[in-house]
């Protein structure tokens, strides 16, 4: 065979074989490509079921039934089962060296449980109390334990039964305003309730506080 046909036929399958290895090249970067778009794909879908089952489980851990009070003219709500008792005003012994908010102690049945003024907690200005003023006991977690604390509030409004698509998350206030202690706003009958976390009103020192007092 001439030297010069040699020559052509093995361009030719150079150039076949460049061709084809290019052509596998871009094959296997579509398949590549293809599978990690589809990897995305099945992570963004597992990302979005896990979001909405957590979304689920939020809307349920906050629906039930809660107790219904009022902070200078405002709806508050507790979950019904953190309510031990209410009652009206009674006498409360003082305790010194205690926050503002800390009102003292009561003797109830034996025992002996501290009462707060949840108006002066909350920086409201401080009311004089009424007939309508109501100490509801609650239990929260402290660091030892449950223990039992009285919350004085304007009035006891109802027990109300709260869906869990009527709760919504709390607005963001800004980072100086804490609103870790808010559950969520719960929109009944055009207006808003605001549904505390009563585990988190207070903060550690001043659960500890408390403790001293019981």
Same mark, same amino acid.
């Given at each position: 065979m001439p030297t010069q046909r040699r020559r052509e036929i093995n361009a030719a399958g150079f150039r076949s074989a460049a061709y084809w290895r290019l052509y596998n090249n871009v094959k296997l970067k579509k398949l590549k490509t293809n599978q990690i778009n589809g990897q995305e794909g099945v992570i963004g879908m597992e990302v979005q079921e896990e979001t909405s089952v957590q979304a689920q489980e939020t809307l349920? /851990? +906050?629906?039930g039934k809660y107790l219904t009070f009022t902070l200078a003219g405002e709806e508050y709500g507790i979950g019904i089962l953190k309510v031990r008792e209410i009652f009206g005003m009674m006498p409360i012994t003082s305790v010194p060296q205690t926050p503002v908010f800390v009102k003292g102690v009561?003797?109830?049945?034996?025992?002996?449980?501290?009462v707060i003024d949840l108006r002066l907690k909350f920086g409201?200005?401080?009311?004089?109390?009424? /007939? +309508?003023?109501?100490?509801?006991?609650?239990?929260?977690?402290g660091r030892t334990g449950n223990m039992q604390i009285g919350i004085v509030v304007d009035s006891v409004s109802e027990v109300v039964n709260i869906k869990g698509e009527d709760i919504e998350d709390t607005p963001m206030f800004g980072a100086r305003l804490e609103t870790e202690y808010i559950l969520g706003m719960a929109k009944m009958e055009g207006k808003v309730n605001i549904l505390l976390d009563i585990d988190r009103v207070l903060n550690a020192d001043e659960l500890a506080a408390l403790e001293k007092t019981a």
């Open positions: 349920m /851990d +906050r629906e009561i003797n109830l049945r034996g025992q002996v449980i501290p409201l200005e401080e009311l004089e109390y009424s /007939d +309508r003023t109501s100490i509801i006991v609650v239990e929260v977690k």
